[in-house]
T-cell receptor, first 116, second 110 residues
Framework: GAGVSQSPSNKVTEKGKDVELRCDPI?????LYWYRQSLGQGLEFLIY????????KSGLPSDRFSAERTGGSVSTLTIQRTQQEDSAVYLC??????????????FGEGSWLTVV | GNSVTQMEGPVTLSEEAFLTINCTYT??????LFWYVQYPGEGLQLLLK?????DKGSNKGFEATYRKETTSFHLEKGSVQVSDSAVYFC?????????FGKGTRLSVIA
């Protein structure tokens, strides 16, 4: 597609349930990122994938969070046993290559997660 | 590690006023610097960027100059419009994924 596509756009889930958020990056982009934007907070880096390299998971807040990227394209962010503090907008982004000078990262519109 | 500090908002201005949003950074090496904008109900969009010292990024009347000596990348616009109301994020990128500031909400009133 023309841009980064995320689904669902909105998700309400009960505390303790698992959720999966999907990201379809721009075709040809080898780098894919997940960020979290909480109310009143900035953007918190969660995880990024670069080609076939091992992902950088340094931003994941707990072991309840995981992500995978299949075939170097679509990515799924999974949150297990959701808690109310997980409520946030989860943003996916992609770029041609991490670290390239001036490399522009393109964001999707986000998945708004509400845990009740 | 890398970090970005930007002025806290919210900032409220009248139409045609001059805008400055301050941004300073801490980084190793020679990062690229960015301003992203998030309009109400929309996703993050790149506003402008600069990849080396003294570069000036510009777009839609906004400008920012990469100042290595002061480690700053302040955003400016000479005459804001109501349509500029949004949240603005300063960010840097080097050998790590984009690091963002906390964002500055701008409201422009007619």
């Amino acid at each position: 597609g023309a841009g980064v596509s995320q689904s669902p756009s909105n998700k309400v889930t009960e505390k303790g349930k698992d959720v999966e958020l999907r990201c379809d990056p721009i075709s040809g982009h080898t780098a894919l990122y997940w960020y979290r934007q909480s109310l009143g907070q900035g953007l918190e880096f969660l995880i990024y994938f670069q080609g076939n390299s091992a992902p950088d998971k340094s931003g994941l807040p707990s072991d309840r969070f995981s992500a995978e990227r299949t075939g170097g394209s679509v990515s799924t962010l999974t949150i297990q046993r959701t808690q109310q503090e997980d409520s946030a907008v989860y943003l996916c982004a992609s770029s041609t290559r991490q670290g390239a000078s001036g490399n522009t990262i393109y964001f999707g519109e986000g998945s708004w997660l509400t845990v009740v | 590690g890398n970090s970005v500090t930007q002025m806290e908002g919210p900032v409220t201005l009248s139409e045609e006023a001059f805008l400055t949003i301050n941004c300073t950074y801490t980084a190793t090496g020679y990062p690229s610097l960015f301003w992203y904008v998030q309009y109400p109900g929309e996703g993050l969009q790149l506003l402008l960027k600069a990849t080396k010292a003294d570069d000036k990024g510009s777009n839609k009347g906004f400008e920012a100059t990469y100042r290595k000596e002061t480690t700053s990348f302040h955003l400016e616009k000479g005459s804001v419009q109501v349509s500029d109301s949004a949240v603005y994020f300063c960010a840097l990128s080097g050998n790590t994924p984009l690091v963002f500031g906390k964002g500055t909400r701008l409201s422009v009133i007619a």
